[in-house]
């Protein structure tokens, strides 16, 4: 792995831009964010609907999620949602999937108070079973909500009001399972949250998978080879990965790999034998997940055989 990259790097505190710059600095940095598409009503009923980054999921029992309403920068206001929740603390919060996310935008343009987003963005309203915020039809996923409490963090412009609430009830399109009645990645097709105009769409090749038992330990980097630790063939990742096995290949596990595996026997005969070596066991590692066991034994063979 090279460490002898130097990167420059420059100093931003807080005060020492401004406060927009300071903004996007901030949601660029943080990143992908979750989108939690908002349905709330005023006192009288009339809708609201509208889309927070600054959002994500605290605890599952109980369930608690938290958004944020900031206030607006330009003219220092507070937005409908946070209005209609202290009025009517419930919400709805819609999970925002790719054939949705235009018709979203569309719901975050600052329309005057008492406008229906519903109606601006295409988008269908449909009743909850608990709250009295709708639901939106065209969502994969709904999530009752009941506001727990509304934390605010400033009065200026750009600062925070973490709505903090409590789900009662989920509905989840079927459509969006597998037959363990597990959620697909790629058939939600959510989309998530950067900075500026920037998304991303979590499908497809932007799905990846890493399989790490957080209940049982593994090696470590302390546990790696010298020589896989100094190789200039794996990358960061790729002793990740090593060092994220649960046991490191014993000695007589190498030499029974050697026997019978002819890539590892001309990989250990070459003219470079390490490099040889640490190039078949990246391209194991680049496989599936359950093939991680044998790219160590190829790795460490690197250590022992040469």
């Known amino acids: 792995m090279d460490t002898n990259t130097e990167h420059k790097y420059r100093i931003i505190e807080h005060g020492s831009v401004p406060r927009h710059d300071f903004h996007q600095f901030i949601v660029g940095a943080i990143g992908p964010r979750p989108i939690a598409f908002v349905s709330t009503v005023d006192k009288d009923g009339n809708p609201n609907l509208a889309p927070y980054s600054f959002f994500n999921a605290f605890s599952s029992n109980p369930p608690i999620f938290v958004f944020s309403s900031n206030r607006r920068g330009g003219n220092n ?143 470590g980097f302390d546990s790696l080879p010298k020589s896989i630790l100094d190789s200039h063939i794996f990358s960061a990742n790729n002793l990740g990965q090593l060092a994220g096995l649960y046991v490191a290949p014993t000695l007589e596990q190498v030499e029974e790999l050697h026997k019978t595996d002819a890539r590892l026997q001309d990989a250990i005969a070459s003219e470079k034998p390490i490099d040889a070596i640490h190039q078949y066991a990246k391209e194991v590692l680049e496989m599936e997940e359950e093939v991680r066991p044998l790219a160590g034994r190829i790795a460490w063979a690197g250590e022992w055989l040469v």
Do not use: W
């Open 77 to 219: 206001t507070v937005k409908d949602t946070l209005s209609n929740v202290r009025e009517v603390p419930e919400v709805v919060i819609n999970a925002v999937n790719f054939p949705i996310v235009r018709q979203m935008s569309v719901a975050s343009a600052q329309f005057d108070k008492g406008v229906n987003e519903f109606e601006k963005s295409g988008l269908t309203p449909i009743p909850s079973d608990l709250v009295r915020p709708f639901r939106v039809k065209e969502s994969p996923i709904n999530m009752e909500c009941r506001v727990k409490d509304i934390i605010t963090l400033g009065d200026q412009g750009g600062a925070g009001h973490l709505i903090i609430v409590e789900m009662l009830r989920m509905h989840i399109r079927e459509d969006v399972l597998d037959e363990r009645g597990r959620i697909l990645p790629d058939k939600l097709d959510l989309m998530g949250r950067l900075g500026r105009a920037y998304y991303v769409r979590a499908s497809g090749s932007a799905i990846y998978t890493i399989a790490q038992a957080i209940e049982q330990p593994c090696i």
